[in-house]
């Protein structure tokens, strides 16, 4: 089994940048591709950026491209999402997401085997 556990959520406020992380651990592999999604309340999850593992490209939501940053660390089996530029819409528990294959497209939540349990991102304005 594989176990994904995110950290570095927080309250900040509108203008402030966090880095979220996303470690895995457990049974060792090598995932197609990693995501972060965020859910706000009474809103569906959404997808926010992905990642591609062995040949890496990246991929991000309208809403956050300029301002979040995914990467990854091989050694470490972590990725990142650097969140700049952060504004109170950004509101959400935020999940990172492993998919073993690539059965769907990159933002569709039901192509992901393996989620953590979310971290909560509060900006305040």
């Known amino acids: 089994q594989v176990q994904l556990v995110e950290s570095g959520g927080g309250l900040v406020q509108a203008g402030d940048s966090l880095r979220l992380s996303c470690a895995a651990s457990g049974r060792t592999f090598t995932p197609h591709r990693v995501a972060w999604f965020r859910q706000a309340p009474g809103r569906e999850r959404e997808f926010v950026a992905a990642i591609t593992w062995t040949v890496v490209n990246t991929y991000y939501a309208d809403s956050v491209e300029g301002r979040f940053t995914i990467s990854r660390d091989n050694v470490k089996n972590t990725v990142y999402l650097q969140m700049n530029s952060l504004k109170p819409e950004d509101t959400a528990v935020y999940y990172c997401?492993?998919?073993?294959?690539?059965?769907?497209?990159?933002?569709?939540?039901?192509?992901?085997?393996?989620w953590g349990q979310g971290t909560q991102v509060t900006v305040s304005s």
């Open positions: 997401a492993a998919g073993v294959f690539a059965r769907t497209y990159y933002y569709e939540p039901r192509g992901y085997d393996y």
